[in-house]
């Protein structure tokens, strides 16, 4: 005989499975959350917009607290750089093919032109809008920052407005040298290009995983900046054997940065 399914059974039939899911949602059983990964992309877009929360917007050097108090005693003076040239006399091609480390310079001085087209392919916003640069950034939450060390002064490049921050006058390529095992490179190369990173501005964001994107981005940066200098006909070496703590002593750098790459560039001897 036939008979009616119970009420309660009915009931519990449907209310169980909905319980189950609520408390255990389908990631635990290692398939993909949509949820998730709708959050994500949208986190990804909101960053890349512009529309960025402020837990996660990397400060602004200009109101870098740690940057002002090391310079706190120099009075700052800024150089605007000429335009960038977007054509150059050799190919991106012939630029791969002639790059090679150059330890030796004739001593002869590089132009601001050549300079400013170096800073450029190193950091340079290339897209005005966003603010994206000549470099690609996890996030676009840009870790890299770029100092200059000429016989003239020790320098800070703030892509935004294409310009130098003069932060001293004293001639730093000797020190450099001395806190980078002596490398003869860095003091007569004309100019030296330091590329430092502030990895919380990544790490806030991605991590642990942050670190290894950073390390990334400079290798992308001191690329840009190599192949720029083959194309410009001019030497220039990545250097990495250096102590961190005598190069940020030299050259009086906030704690938060790392210098990761030392560029010495010059004309070829
Ligand atoms: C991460 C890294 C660190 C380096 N450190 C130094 C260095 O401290 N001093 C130096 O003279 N060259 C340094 N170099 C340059 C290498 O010695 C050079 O790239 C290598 O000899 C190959 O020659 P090439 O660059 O002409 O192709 C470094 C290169 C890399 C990628």
Known sequence: MYKKPCKHLSFT???????????????????????????????????????KDNK??????????????????????????????????????????????????????????DISQILWAAQGITESKLGFRTAPSAGALY???????????????????????????ENLKQKLMEASLFQESISTASIVIIVTAIYERTTVKYGERGIRYVHLEAGHVCQNILL??????????????????????????????KPLYIIPVGYSK
């Open 228 to 257: 720029q200098a083959a194309a410009l006909q001019l030497g220039a070496v990545p250097i990495g054997a250096f102590s961190d703590d005598e190069v940020r002593k030299a050259l009086n750098l906030p704690t938060d940065h």
């Open 56 to 113: 996660q917007t990397p400060k602004n050097f200009k109101n870098d607290e740690m940057l002002n108090n090391s310079y706190k005693d120099t009075k700052s003076e800024e150089i605007m750089l000429p335009d960038p040239k977007l054509k150059g006399i050799i190919s991106l091609e012939e630029a791969l093919k002639n790059r090679r480390s150059v330890r030796e310079f004739s001593g002869k001085d590089l132009g601001l032109d």
């Open 143 to 169: 870790p890299i920052e770029v100092f200059v060390v000429k016989s003239d002064g020790f320098f800070h490049y703030t892509p935004n407005g294409h310009k130098l921050e003069k932060f001293g006058s």
């Open 13 to 51: 039939l449907l209310i169980v499975p909905v319980l189950i899911l609520t408390f255990f949602p389908l990631n635990g059983c290692g398939k993909i959350n949509i949820k998730d990964m709708l959050v994500k992309i949208q986190d990804q877009s909101a960053n890349t917009s512009g529309k």
